[in-house]
């Protein structure tokens, strides 16, 4: 024990805090005591024991609740967020800008999407990297909070959840992809301006697939792939539209949920079991367009519901 006393003690002369950029916002430490923070998650975890002991503790997650809010109603938002924070983590608030949030800290920001209804504004409540468990009390409490402070949804906004995984293991996106299609995650009536991943993607027979997902595939996808590289991160999309904050059919909380198992599953395929369920479930019939291999006297025969376009510098 001495001997590790030391070598911490020692090591301690080098640290460097990495909270040094908080002091430019304003800020809201959490109040909740240890204790009472550990009795909620044990209290949420008894509800659904057999849900969470299901999950890859491989996964990390986070969220962005976009929301309508009255601009004077906003700092007392901020306030009584401090009583579900526990003492460990803070709230940063930044209303002027879109900061770029840091993976650590709460942020409460303004949101400059959206068209809010008259005499609102729009905000957006952004969380840190948490644990499967964290994740759905924070999503439980913050939709409570939005309730009670009377936010508003609409159309032009909606939720993201945020997955990646800590462990060094590489995942097929086709996975991620085929795992929430068929957990019906992926697709909401009242969830307006996001694209249609799966019949973007499996519309295509298999060779077009690395063209469509390095070209294709933008952040106005209901997933967006665009980090996907920095340990599997991508960006959940689907969910939202009017209605989509306090909807108790397809709540954020119960739709990270049940998000969360769904990739549990897509992380347990073998590419050879993947490979016969995406064969089996899509037609696979679409071919690209490829404006530089082809001769323009033929394009009159080509199906024009394909995706035209030169392929240039890509893997296809």
Known sequence: MNKQLQAIISASKYWVSDQQHITDFERHEGELSHKKFARRLLSLYQLQP???????????????????????????????????????????????QVPKTDGQNFYLMAEKTGCPPAGLQSYELVSPKLDPLSLIYYLNVFVKKLKQFGAKDGDDIGFHLHFSTEAHCRISPLAVVYSLDQHGLLSFKSRKFTRDIVAQLFSYQPEDWAFIF???????????????????????????????????????????????????????????????????????????????????????????????????????
């Open 50 to 96: 057999n849900a969470f002991d299901q999950i890859s503790q491989k996964l990390v997650a986070g969220f962005e609740i976009e929301f309508y809010l009255a601009a004077e109603q906003i700092g007392l938002l901020a306030q009584s967020i401090e009583g579900i924070l526990p003492r460990d983590q803070i709230l940063l608030v930044k209303l002027d």
């Open 214 to 316: 390095n070209r294709v595939l933008k952040k106005n996808y209901s997933i967006n792939f665009l980090d996907f590289a920095n340990n599997n991160h991508f960006e959940l999309r689907a969910l939202g539209g009017k209605g989509y904050l306090f909807d108790s059919k397809h709540s954020p909380q119960g739709y990270a949920l049940n998000s969360l198992l769904a990739l549990t599953k897509a992380l347990s395929y073998p590419d050879k079991k993947l490979a016969k369920l995406i064969r089996r479930q899509y037609k696979l019939d679409k071919k690209l367009v490829k404006l530089n291999q082809v001769k323009y006297a033929s394009l009159k025969a080509k199906p024009k519901n394909a995706i035209w376009t030169s392929c240039f510098n890509s893997e296809v």
